[in-house]
């Protein structure tokens, strides 16, 4: 989940991240209702901050897509001069 999450936030468009970072913190919300014996509060809350940093790390190192697809188009033409 935080890999997806880093991917999301780091390739896709800001809202899209920002939409996928709420959809996995609300996953926790049915288990912290749930009442199962051993999750305590404190359990989500730093699994939702972990989820945060990954989300946060994405976002940081963002690549938008049309310079990577122009620097491979680039790569590309360089090879067909050697």
């Known amino acids: 989940m935080l890999a997806g999450l880093y991917s999301v936030a780091a390739v896709a468009s800001p809202r899209a991240g920002i939409a ?5 913190i609300a996953a926790f919300g ?3 209702l749930s009442g199962l014996p051993h999750l ?10 972990l989820l945060v940093a990954a989300w946060a790390l994405g976002y940081a190192v963002r690549t938008p ?6 620097d491979r188009s680039r790569m590309a033409f360089s090879m067909v001069g050697r």
């Open 20 to 24: 996928a970072l709420g959809a996995s």
């Open 65 to 70: 897509g049309g310079d990577l697809q122009i």
């Open 30 to 32: 049915p288990l912290a």
């Open 40 to 49: 305590r509060l404190s359990d989500v809350v730093q699994s939702s901050a």
